[in-house]
């Protein structure tokens, strides 16, 4: 049977959920299984930053992917070697060198990943005509949103679940938040001798059931008790011992650029705010834990306290992961659980803590990744199309491999209206790549600085729930609309959608609402804005990267593309704290003018993304 023909709903949503999935495992995942595993926050914000290179990178071997065999071809191998790479993590995982053999297979995994996006995204251009590229660009887009929830909420979970069920008896804090309940007393409880009980080994602790009161503490107070408590813990080897940070002096860069400059625009730009800056940190409660037999030799009984459900505005700020051995079992270690400072009302929260196999647990996780991997492969093996654009190339000769190799970077600067194209590429995302990276913030920061006040809690709701709602309708109307009138018809509504939806940000900035039902509706109407017009410079990325070698032209776009987002963010938090909250919102809309400008210079073919009665079948 033929697969020519294959609809767009047989392959894209697989195509796109596996494209995601890596990425997550790589960037994501690996952090919270080397956390649970007790690798140090220094080395794992090192090994883990490293494995993003390949993305950043890929347009360096792109030409290559352009050059030899089908973009089918390279697909279906890379979603081979992914899988075989999720395969070894889980191998790996419980050896005495796993982090140097998972570390490596992560390697193996992104740059597979980042080859598989290459191919995906030329195929994605081969297979469909031009009018479906645009219908569909919505859709992709989703699933790959998809593959992320599956990877950071699903597969995690399966990871907890294993670990509780495989360990000790889980131990279960409810955590009561209440104006009523007094401040707690800053004294770390005094232990009892411990002795050996009967029955299995399991853990025994001060209390349950823990009550804070919504008065703050003194800030310097607290982190004298915290410290004095992570020095307990740490001197009964409860938790690795860290080296301290040596702390460095201001460079030359700071005291003679960085300093003076901003506190120039923050002199005559700057936003004048009145700040009456509590000394205030948030309420705490501290409980003591210990094991109640010996544990066998050379065995470590690992617990880790998570949040189960309830208020994510309660947290552990100490002894979130305790080590057991026969060395400290008869000693007392401290779990301290805090609420937020800006959490005032009533509030609970569950956290439990887990002593499960937690090897095993992650082990299992990628087992079940790379048995979802091998079986989209085989899937794909009959389902992908094959499209008669998607040929093998006639075999180039070793020595002329260089030299296409560097013709398809010229060619690429050698394209029709190559500046203006570069502009929008870097440009487009200006305004909306500094807006991104201070929302949160904002949500979270007390109103005396300029923000809203909001808990974790409230800004997990509005942003990651409303919002993520928001950006997915966005992106799929976006997608249906681009497919009935053309890219060029659309280009213009989804630019000044994208870019004036950033005033609700502005807005509120300035009435600093208390109200959640106006923030959810801003915020709302800010990502599905994003999510509209972002489907626009998609479109023209595909559509500037359309022609000989497509693929490899279409991964250089996407590098600009990742530039032109991480530049602007890089000062964004810097010029924030310069400008304040309402001016540096203001400078934002102004910012607006840059991409408009980038987007009044594109010529278009007015064809492009229309359905045609006959169009020149690209994969028929």
């Excluded at 409880?189 to 919504?214: E, R």
């Excluded at 208020?311 to 007392?332: A, H, M, P, Y």
Aim: aromatic share 14%.
């Amino acid at each position: 049977m033929k697969g020519n023909n294959r609809s767009p709903w047989a392959w894209i949503p697989t195509l796109y959920f596996m494209q995601g999935l890596p990425y997550v495992a790589v960037v994501t995942i690996s952090t919270i299984m080397y956390k649970r595993m007790g690798m140090s926050n220094t080395d794992l914000a090192l090994y883990t930053s490293w494995l993003y290179l390949p993305w950043v990178i890929k347009p360096l071997w792109s030409p290559f992917v352009d050059m030899l065999k089908t973009k089918r071809w390279w697909i279906l191998i890379m979603q081979i070697l992914i899988g075989g790479a999720f395969a070894g993590v889980a191998f790996s995982i419980p050896t005495p060198f796993w982090i140097q053999a998972s570390l490596a297979f992560f390697w193996i995994m992104a740059f597979s990943s980042a080859t598989h996006d290459i191919a995906a995204d030329g195929f994605y251009m081969l297979a469909l005509k031009t009018q479906d590229q645009a219908k569909y660009v919505g859709i992709r887009s989703t699933f790959y949103r998809i593959s992320t929830v599956v990877g950071q909420g699903a597969l995690v979970i399966l990871a907890g679940f294993i670990e509780t069920s495989s360990g000790k008896t889980p131990l279960e804090f409810k955590v009561d938040i209440s104006p009523q309940y007094a401040q707690t007393i800053l004294e770390i409880p005094k232990s009892s001798n411990i002795v050996q009980k009967d029955g299995d080994i399991h853990f025994v602790t001060s209390g349950s059931s823990l009550q804070i009161g919504t008065s703050g503490i003194n800030k310097d107070s607290l982190d004298i008790f915290l410290k004095k408590v992570h020095a307990l813990n740490e001197q009964n080897g409860f938790i690795l011992k860290e080296d301290e940070k040596a702390k460095k002096e201001d460079g030359w860069w700071t005291k003679s650029v960085s300093k003076p400059f901003g506190d120039w625009i923050k002199d005559n730009f700057g936003e004048k705010i009145e700040t009456n800056t509590s000394n205030l940190a948030g309420n705490i409660s501290i409980v003591s834990v210990n094991l109640s037999k010996t544990p066998e030799l050379e065995e470590e009984i690992v617990l880790n306290t998570t949040l189960q459900s309830g208020d994510k505005s309660i947290s552990v700020v100490q002894g979130e992961r305790l080590s057991f051995t026969q060395n400290n079992w008869d000693k007392t270690a401290y779990i301290v659980f805090q609420a937020d400072p800006k959490l005032k009302e009533v509030s609970n929260a569950t956290f439990k803590g887990m002593s499960g196999n937690i090897p095993f647990a992650w082990s299992v996780v990628f087992f079940v990744l790379a048995v979802l991997f091998i079986g989209l492969f085989l899937y794909h093996r009959i389902f992908l199309p094959k499209p008669k654009s998607d040929e093998m190339k006639a075999k180039v000769p070793a020595d002329s491999i260089m030299k296409e190799f560097f013709g398809t970077f010229k060619s690429f600067f050698k394209k029709p209206q190559i500046a203006a194209a570069l502009f929008f590429m870097l440009t487009f995302r200006f305004a909306e790549a500094q807006l991104l990276k201070l929302i949160n913030p904002f949500l979270l920061d007390p109103k005396d600085i300029g923000g809203l006040g909001l808990t974790t809690g409230e800004v997990g709701f509005v942003y990651g729930t409303l919002g993520i709602i928001g950006l997915t309708l966005g992106g799929i109307i976006g997608g249906l609309a681009a497919a009935k009138g053309g890219l060029k018809k659309w280009l213009w509504p989804m630019t000044l959608s994208m870019l004036l939806t950033a005033a609700t940000f502005l807005f509120l900035s300035f009435t600093q609402t208390e109200s959640l039902l106006l923030i959810n509706i801003c915020v709302f109407i800010e990502q599905f804005g994003y999510g509209f017009g972002f489907t626009a410079y998609m479109l023209y990325l595909m559509y500037f990267a359309d022609g000989e070698h497509k693929t490899a032209h279409y991964a250089i776009c996407t590098g600009f593309m990742a530039l032109g987002m991480m530049v602007p963010g890089m000062f964004a938090g810097w010029l924030q704290e310069q400008l304040g909250y309402n001016h540096f919102f203001l400078w934002v809309m102004i910012c607006s003018i840059v991409p408009i400008i980038a987007v009044s210079l594109l010529k278009i073919d007015p064809n492009y993304g229309k359905p045609k009665a006959k169009e020149e079948g690209n994969n028929n």
